[in-house]
């Protein structure tokens, strides 16, 4: 998947996100953080170490999605699989 794939899986991610309703609003509030995190490391590209870091929330919010969300799961997979692909 390559950067413009990734812009577009957030895109996705952001309309799943616009999507869930006000009893989700937790939900909303880590999702809304995650694409924020993404966005600055697409930005910085910074050290891997950094990137390690954002894989490991992306794996995190994973597990918590899965199961109550599994389209948002799926995006947030193409992401973590992108980011790899990417170096970060």
């Not at 990734?6 to 799943?16: C, D, I, P, Q, V």
């Not at 390690?52 to 947030?76: A, D, G, M, W, Y």
Request: charged content about 30%.
């Amino acid at each position: 998947m390559s950067r413009a794939e990734l812009e577009n899986s957030l895109e996705k991610l952001r309309g799943e996100l616009n999507a869930l309703g006000p009893e989700a609003a937790a939900t909303k509030a880590r999702l809304a953080a995650l694409i924020d995190d993404i966005e600055q490391e697409l930005a910085t590209l910074e050290t891997a170490e950094d990137g390690e870091s954002l894989l490991e929330k992306l794996r995190h919010q994973v597990e918590v999605f899965e199961v109550e969300h599994p389209r948002v799961t799926n995006i947030i997979n193409d992401i973590m699989v992108t980011l790899s692909n990417l170096g970060i």
